[in-house]
């Protein structure tokens, strides 16, 4: 989509290539918005001594503690017309000065509205902590806090303005859920049991109980490893030196654990760090200040994946339940010995564990913090709505579910599943996706794909010319015949017939003996289906007799919405259940070819109709599939699909390009953006790192699962807005 070139937002933070925790975690908010919403985000880092060099997102510097640096920063901020609003990322002692006095005379001096990001909340504070915090939050337009503890803490202990209050997770690396062992392989520890802490170290871990915990462990699994990774806190280093880490080693020697405790002493970049927390079975937060507000490496475990064994503070009683983590108190080795036996004798917990950990986690996520922070700047400040910027395409979950046969149906989580086979219906969508790329970017890969799939769909035809759906892992056939299938496959079919391809005559053929058989079937969706891809036929081809069929089959379609439609239900059936978009589609596209406005205003009224149940102001609410929404009742709320989601943007773009009308150029947006995060959930239903999409939104979380059908259905809408024309069209809006 269109960029917004000037840039907005000024996040004032420490940055990377310093090495903090606050860094690493502006590092990655900047980048995720910047990924999402154009580069809207500079940042002003705030540095010891204000001479670090930095990449050219760092607009300025600031030299903590420096008066004249703050003045000099002040003066550059207010003067800049770009900067529209200043998010400060704010923990004690960041700023310099014993009371953040510089830092104080800076805020004020901001003429610009102000997000404060607070990293610690401290309860029971003294008077000099609550006059500092309430001042802070007295200049700030809102301020953030990253666990709800902190803000009820804010409003009660702080007396701080509720309204200026906003909770946003911590932010989390988008990652698959996989298991340890091809991990723990790659990094020399097969076959052994990996217990893990990581973060810049400092005596507030409270590393040395765990390892005051391991003896217990490896009487019985001498398998056992503990990895300490990081190196020593910067800070901590300058005033302490190594002392922490030279007690902790003297401990492990002491209880002689050499070859159970290893000290990864290093600053790991990201992918690196994620491959270690990969790697581990159970993650031990060991911290000793109770008062912990947040903490980005627990944070991290529980994104991951991993069952997470944690001490009581503030962040992970706010966190960690009994179903994704487990709570032991500080300083107490017994426990967490009793802990880690307790997951290793039931490994059935274990996994139980895991999986809530990474199904509870999928709001934290930094494109979803990242849509939190933007949604929360446009609410107080005057920076210019900017378009979302699409995901780039990625056909890698494609690659991974498709064989030499077909594309497996189901995946447990990323991971192809291949118990339930391959599906025509699949197959189907998938061979007009790899059509739709191939038709701008003819790749050797795709065009691989393509003959994989539409040799399947031989295979799937049967001698009376119908299709079977379901085809097992041995290839045996199933006794189905359904319209939905075959409508879809004619949908494939009449859209490889269209255009110069790998299988197009071969298709052009296949499509003209299996037409015949259309009009056995009576669905308003196996007729939407396949009018679909006679449509795509006729825009290639003059054929009466295909024309013919078209009409007819239009027809049907017109004549069940008569019948059915009435004043309150202008709708072709008696509930609305899925691929509801495809119907009034079909009838845009009759009147396209066939130029009878009693198709035109079938579509728009019964489109009309759909779009009062399904979009909402702010999003696209698809019906859910649990149990549907028939006339008389109560619409199902949930267990969305991702098909629904695709046939609107479908259905939208295609009544923009015959019509014209903005407003459905308009939708299709809203409707895709559903995938990305603006739904119900407040949470993105496709998973950017494998290329995969969620296959629904459930009451209580995302469908972790990533099948055939919802990542086929993401890529068929995500492909819409590569065609140029619609390109163009987006552009173009406001």
């Known amino acids: 989509m269109a960029q917004i070139s000037r840039k907005n937002m000024l996040l004032i933070s420490s940055y990377p290539p310093r090495q903090c ?379 991974r579910l498709t064989d030499k046969f077909g594309i497996i149906q189901h995946a447990t989580y990323s991971k192809p599943n291949k118990e339930f086979g391959y599906s025509s219906d699949d197959v189907a969508r998938a061979l007009i996706a790899c059509l739709m790329h191939f038709r701008k970017n003819p790749e050797e890969k795709i065009k691989e794909l393509i003959n994989i799939y539409f040799n399947f769909l031989l295979y799937a035809r049967r001698k009376d010319g119908s299709f079977c759906n379901i085809i097992s892992i041995s290839k045996q056939r199933d006794d189905t015949s359904e319209g939905d299938v075959f409508g879809r496959i004619i949908w494939a079919l009449g859209y490889a017939s269209s255009f110069p391809n ?53 027809d049907r379609l017109l004549e069940t919405f008569l019948i059915t439609s009435k004043l309150d239900w202008t709708w072709f059936e008696e509930a609305l259940t899925y691929s509801n978009s495809k119907m009034p589609e079909a009838l845009f596209m009759a009147y396209d070819i066939l130029k009878d406005e009693k198709y035109l205003l079938a579509a728009e009224s019964s489109l009309k109709f759909l779009d009062s149940v399904t979009f909402l102001k702010n999003y696209y609410n698809p019906i859910g599939q649990k149990k549907w929404y028939f006339k008389g009742g109560e619409r199902c709320w949930f267990d969305q699909q991702p098909e629904d989601a695709c046939s609107a943007v479908q259905a939208k773009i295609t009544a923009y390009k015959i019509t014209k009308n903005t407003k459905h150029l308009k939708d299709a947006l809203k409707a895709f953006n559903w995938f990305l995060g603006k739904n119900a959930l407040k949470q993105m239903v496709y998973d950017e790192v494998t290329g995969g999409c969620c296959d629904g939104l459930e009451k209580k979380g995302l469908n972790l699962n990533q099948g055939a059908e919802s990542t086929l259905s993401y890529l068929l809408a995500r492909l819409l807005f590569e065609e140029k024309d619609v390109k163009k069209a987006v552009s173009k809006l406001s």
């Open 502 to 554: 790998p299988v197009q005559s071969k298709s052009l053929k296949l499509f003209k003996h299996s037409i015949e058989n259309i009009s056995s079937y009576k669905s308003p969706r196996s007729l939407s289906f396949a009018i679909t891809g006679i449509y795509y036929y006729l825009k290639q081809y003059k054929d009466e007799k295909i024309k013919d069929i078209f009409s007819k089959l239009s």
């Open 21 to 399: 925790g606050i860094a690493t975690f502006t590092q990655d908010l900047a980048r995720a918005i910047n990924k999402r919403y154009g580069p809207h985000a500079e940042i002003c880092a705030i540095d010891e001594n204000g001479s670090r060099k930095y990449g050219k997102i760092v607009k300025m510097q600031i030299s903590e503690g420096n008066l004249e640096s703050y003045s000099s920063a002040v003066k550059e901020i207010n003067s800049d017309d770009t900067i529209k609003i200043v998010n400060i990322q704010h923990e004690f002692g960041l700023f310099g000065g014993e009371t953040g006095e510089c830092f104080l005379a800076f805020l004020k001096a901001i003429t610009k509205p102000i997000v404060t990001t607070f990293h610690t909340v401290i309860p029971n504070p003294n008077d000099n902590l609550k006059e500092t915090v309430r001042t802070i939050s007295d200049i700030s337009q809102a301020v953030v806090v990253m666990n709800k503890q902190s803000v009820n803490i804010l409003k009660r202990e702080y007396k701080v303005n509720p309204k200026k209050i906003f909770y946003i997770p911590h932010g989390i690396p988008q990652a698959p859920f996989e298991s340890s062992e091809k991990y723990k392989e790659e990094l020399g520890y097969k076959d052994r049991f990996i217990l893990s802490t990581f973060g810049l170290i400092n005596k507030n871990k409270g590393i040395e109980y765990v390892i005051k915990a391991i003896p217990e462990i490896i009487k019985d699994h001498p398998e056992v490893i503990y990895l300490v990774i990081g190196k020593t806190h910067p800070e901590v280093k300058k005033k302490e030196g190594e002392s922490y880490r030279k007690f902790l080693k003297k401990e492990v020697k002491k209880l002689n654990l050499q070859k159970n405790v290893v000290f990864l002493n290093k600053y790991f970049p990201l992918e690196k760090l994620i491959s270690l927390l990969q790697a581990t079975d159970v993650y031990i937060f060991s911290s000793i200040d109770k008062n912990q507000s947040v903490s980005g490496t627990l944070s991290y475990a529980l994104g991951l994946g991993k069952a997470v064994i944690s001490t009581r503070t503030e962040y992970s009683r706010h966190i960690l339940n009994k179903d994704n983590g487990i709570l032991v108190d500080a300083e107490n080795p017994d426990q967490i010995a009793r802990s880690v036996l307790k997951l290793m004798s039931d490994r059935k917990a274990f996994k139980a564990l895991s999986v809530q950990a990474y199904k509870n986690s999928r709001d934290m996520i930094w494109p979803n913090v990242a849509q939190d922070y933007f949604k929360l700047y446009l609410k107080i400040s005057k920076i210019k709505n900017g378009k979302n910027r699409f995901p780039e395409l990625n056909f890698d979950h494609i690659f």
